[in-house]
């Protein structure tokens, strides 16, 4: 019963801020051009997802690594649908980089069309590269950072898979940092039969960036190895102390 309540409620909140973010881009649209106020309202519909539940947790570390004046290249593992939601913990103002069958999804298509987020076609490698690189490099023009999950699918078994090459090229193009985040838990929202797990506990930590030396300085093939290793071992990490705290 309480999950159904709560899928009401969910239900009823993102229509309510799908209405205020067409009149906050409406409203800020001439001069807005990063749609920083767009994401604000994205990030009130993930706070009260994660925030009215008492028992769910979504904490985050690492933000001191972060400069809210940059734009990066953000890079993060890949569970679960509910990434999307929890990464809007992170203090910055992003676009998404997603595959287009997330944007015919009822309401959650038309808010990541109205965000301004990046949709591609998975079947087409060298269409969807070239749409990454024109619209990220556009988006970072305009000072907001570009997410990109670089697995390019969601994990089945919570590893971290090989990497593609897509985010690190237009960190190279775009001449910016990229910024590694992992994260864990988000594949634990639900139990048996979709029900909420009223316990879920979302963690994500921020990692160091990679500098704009770095990234110039590397071949693709050779930062995307490295990211990865990174990110590998701070997830794994990051999994210990949640483990811990559990007991």
């Known amino acids: 019963m ?3 309540l709560y899928y009401i409620f969910t239900l009823l909140q993102v229509t309510f801020w799908f209405i205020v973010s067409i009149i906050v881009l409406a409203l800020t649209y ?11 309202c994205s990030r009130c519909i993930c706070a009260l997802l994660y925030g009215v539940p008492p028992f769910i947790r979504r904490t985050i570390d690492g933000v001191e690594n972060i400069d809210p004046k940059k734009a990066y290249v953000m890079v993060m593992n890949h569970n679960s649908g509910f990434d999307i939601f929890a990464a809007y913990k992170i203090p910055l103002n ?5 595959k287009r069958e997330v944007f015919r999804v009822p309401f959650m298509g038309p808010l990541l069309t109205i965000h301004g987020d990046i949709p591609i076609e998975r079947g ?9 690189l ?24 919570g590893e971290i ?4 090459a897509g985010a690190f090229n237009l960190a190279k193009e775009a001449g910016v940092e990229i910024l590694p985040v992992v994260m864990t838990g988000t594949n634990e929202f639900f139990r048996k039969g979709w029900l909420v797990n009223w316990r879920n506990r979302v963690a994500i930590r921020v990692l ?8 110039a300085a590397k071949e693709v093939a050779d930062l995307s190895t490295e990211v ?12 210990k102390e949640v483990a811990t705290e559990k007991k």
């Open 228 to 239: 990865r290793e990174r990110m590998v071992l701070a997830l794994d990490e990051l999994r």
């Open 161 to 164: 898979n090989r990497f593609k």
């Open 94 to 98: 992003f676009r998404w980089v997603s």
């Open 134 to 157: 024109r619209l990220g490099k556009l988006w970072i023009s305009r000072g907001a950072t570009v997410a990109i999950f670089p697995e390019g699918t969601r994990s089945k078994t």
């Open 124 to 132: 087409n490698a060298a269409k969807a590269m070239a749409k990454v």
């Open 208 to 215: 160091k960036p990679v500098s704009t030396e770095e990234v």
């Open 30 to 40: 001439p001069f807005d051009k990063s749609r920083r106020w767009v994401h604000e």
């Open 2 to 4: 309480l999950s159904i």
